[in-house]
């Protein structure tokens, strides 16, 4: 049984423009211990999917899955209260922005016992010795006065640490980490992607890391989920993704980086993702892709099993009859010829 | 990084910077309460003379024993080097000491004032959480539209519509004063509230409950609606902090993260706001007071312009002044204990 089954999965918010829709037919299955990169850029749905499975979709959002289940239990028919005994306990979340994401006006000591004399049922004492406990885990220097601090007390850093130790404070099967780098400079970063690393291996965790920057799933992550637009485009393992990209925006997003980049200019992708007024028919990548045809602009394509993973694509990259279907299809991407 | 030993330090000089501000302001108020009223036409001589009016001769010999004659410059001299002394005067009128008045009515002024903020922030905080949680309901318009009309709506008028609705329709309520003539109670501790208690006469303590009642709500309104209405807005900005969706993603019940986690941090602004009202409360204790003839200062100085008291007037807007200044001071330290950004840095 896999720890996490999401089948279908889409999050629509009302707006006054009409229905948004975040997340759109998402489907991913995670098994325990096991590491997910989800990547993509700004609004490509990255986190809404997460916050769905979490149960943190915010009013007036509406969340409807075929299936959407973690470690066996139905979570479109779970109560609010069992739902907020695993939330926290066995599937927690960090997020992006340490410094606003902890109470300015309790004391790094109080947000963390507060999880675990909830779902441990812990007294003051004891919650605290493991406080202590879990301050040190996360190389958190003299645990013991930290307690007493404040957020605002603490660097960036070290506010992610204890975000980090609040997260793993009840061993979750399940850690989410919402970019979890992106607000620290590029040192810290690299310490705090091994921490979360060494704390994966250590109690086998699942671990979904969502981020825009390639190269730290490239570090991470065992399978990578490409997300554009609310859908997922590529899902495959992480080698075998970083090796051959199969859809155009992962290949796109892979020749951005400047560790590929052969001189000159950085690769750049034209265009932006599409909003709520001018979301294409077909292919919701269509307009900026380089192998579009009239076919892919008309015509949605589905997600569909390639090459060891998923992916929706009419013309997967290492489709060997790919340049004949493309041709059939009259080609109007701007670089269609090359 | 290494957390400094907070509190003393820090706190110490912020005491003492606010208390330093007191002096200036100290000396403002009693430019103003000293030059104003001599503005207003007429002199307290005058007023006591009353209607028979005084001859000029004698008119002159008294001014001359008050000191009215010397220039007005070397009168307030005089005044400010007696206040510096501590020496506030005798009323013109009663020839009591006007620290012994202000002592013996402050209680009654204190005591409405203190049922007001009270009524006020047990209507309005709630109020202003729910409208907050469930904004843009009935319940939120309704809460907002009601503390609009509140927020303006003159002092007086609302005072005599309630004294005509209550006292005078529904004879529900008396009409003015602290407590029933029936009783005489002892002052103990001038708070009419604890002094019935303490009395062998029971009754005598809900005839104070029922004479504070109309005062409470129209000296409690403004503040209640204000309260309200900042209670929502600071809750709102806060409910969409980072660290309210951290609280649930920690599986805390709602009304934890409400109660707990978001009033803590919109309660910041809140009591700012309560300390700005505290001066409100004092300004409107004196319609309030004359409104339902309740025996406090505000009513004292009002009668002190119309007799041209000075000497109760410099002082009782002295003594005020004092008052709303360290009720301030007090707030804003409220205001670092709640607020730990506050207290730490600076």
């Given at each position: 049984m896999a720890l996490v089954e999401i089948e279908n999965l889409s999050v629509e918010f009302p707006t006054q423009g009409g229905i948004m829709r975040a997340v759109d037919g998402v489907s991913l299955k995670l098994e325990e211990g096991e590491v997910l990169g989800v990547v993509g850029e700004s609004g490509s749905g990255k986190s809404v999917t997460m916050l769905a499975l979490m149960g943190l979709i915010p009013f007036p959002g509406r969340v409807k899955a075929d299936k959407l289940t973690f470690n066996g239990r139905?979570?479109?028919?779970?109560s609010d209260k069992e739902r907020r005994q695993l939330t926290g306990k066995d599937v927690a979340m960090i997020f992006q922005e340490p410094m606003t994401s902890l109470?300015?006006?309790?004391?790094i000591g109080f947000q963390l016992t507060e999880t675990l004399r909830l779902h441990e049922g812990m007294d003051r004492k004891a919650a605290r010795r493991r406080a202590i406990e879990l301050l040190e885990q996360v190389g958190i220097p003299s645990p013991e006065s930290r307690l007493s601090a404040f957020p605002h007390q603490l660097s960036g850093g070290m506010n992610q640490r204890v975000m980090i130790a609040m997260a793993i404070a009840c061993n979750p099967k399940l850690l989410i980490a919402d970019e979890p780098t992106t607000a620290l400079d590029v040192t810290i970063q690299a310490q705090i992607l091994d921490l979360l690393m060494t704390l994966q291996k250590e109690r086998n965790m699942g671990l979904v890391m969502i981020t825009h920057n390639m190269g730290v799933v490239a570090d991470t992550a065992q399978r990578v989920m490409v997300m554009y637009a609310g859908q997922i485009m590529e899902e495959r393992a992480a080698t075998d993704l970083f090796a051959s990209p199969q859809h155009p925006y992962t290949a796109a997003l892979l020749a951005a980086l400047p560790e590929r980049s052969e001189g000159g200019r950085l690769a750049t992708i034209p265009g932006v993702v599409p909003g709520l007024y001018d979301r294409p028919k077909g292919c919701l990548f269509s307009p900026r892709c380089a192998y579009a045809t009239e076919h892919s602009r008309n015509v949605r394509p589905d997600l569909r099993p390639w090459a060891g993973g998923h992916i929706r694509c009419h013309y997967p990259l290492g489709d060997p009859n790919r340049n004949a279907e493309i041709q059939h299809d009259h080609p109007v991407g701007t670089e269609a010829a090359s | 990084m290494a957390a400094p030993p907070f509190y003393v330090q820090p706190m110490l000089r912020f005491i003492l910077t606010r208390v330093s501000l007191i002096i200036p302001t100290f000396l403002g108020i009693t430019l103003l309460a000293f030059f104003l009223i001599r503005l207003v036409p007429g002199d307290p001589i005058e007023t006591l003379a009353g209607e028979r009016g005084i001859d000029p001769a004698r008119h002159e010999q008294l001014r001359k024993e008050y000191g009215f004659d010397q220039p007005i410059l070397v009168q307030y001299g005089i005044y400010l080097s007696r206040v510096l002394q501590g020496d506030l005067g005798k009323s013109m009128i009663t020839q009591e000491p006007v620290i012994t008045e202000f002592a013996a009515l402050f209680p009654a002024t204190i005591e409405l004032a203190l049922c007001a903020i009270l009524f006020a922030l047990i209507l309005g905080l709630p109020a202003g959480i729910i409208a907050a949680i469930k904004r843009n309901s009935i319940f939120d318009h309704g809460v907002m539209g009601i503390s609009l009309a509140g927020y303006s709506m003159p002092i007086f008028w609302w005072g005599l519509i309630l004294i005509l609705l209550f006292?005078?329709?529904?004879?529900?309520?008396?009409?003015?004063?602290?407590?029933?003539?029936?009783y005489y109670i002892e002052p103990i501790t001038g708070f009419l509230l604890i002094d019935t208690l303490l009395s062998d006469e029971p009754e005598a303590f809900w005839s104070a409950v029922r004479h504070l009642i109309l005062p409470t709500i129209v000296l409690g309104t403004v503040p209640l609606a204000v309260i309200a209405r900042m209670t929502r807005s600071a809750m709102l900005e806060v409910l969409g902090e980072d660290y309210i969706r951290t609280a649930k993603a920690k599986g805390l019940s709602r009304f934890r993260i409400v109660a707990l986690h978001a009033l803590r941090n919109a309660l910041i602004p809140v009591v700012t706001v309560i300390g700005l009202q505290i001066g409100v409360l004092f300004t409107g204790a004196i319609l309030t007071e004359t409104i339902f003839s309740w025996p406090g200062v505000g009513k004292w100085l009002i009668d002190a312009i119309f007799r041209r008291d000075y000497p109760v007037l410099q002082g009782g807007a002295l003594l005020l002044g004092v008052v709303v200044m360290s009720v301030n001071l007090l707030v804003d330290l409220a205001y670092g204990l709640i607020n730990p950004r506050i207290r730490h840095t600076r």
């Open positions: 139905d979570l479109l028919t779970i109470n300015p006006s309790f004391t | 006292s005078v329709q529904f004879d529900l309520t008396p009409v003015s004063g602290r407590i029933d003539v029936l």
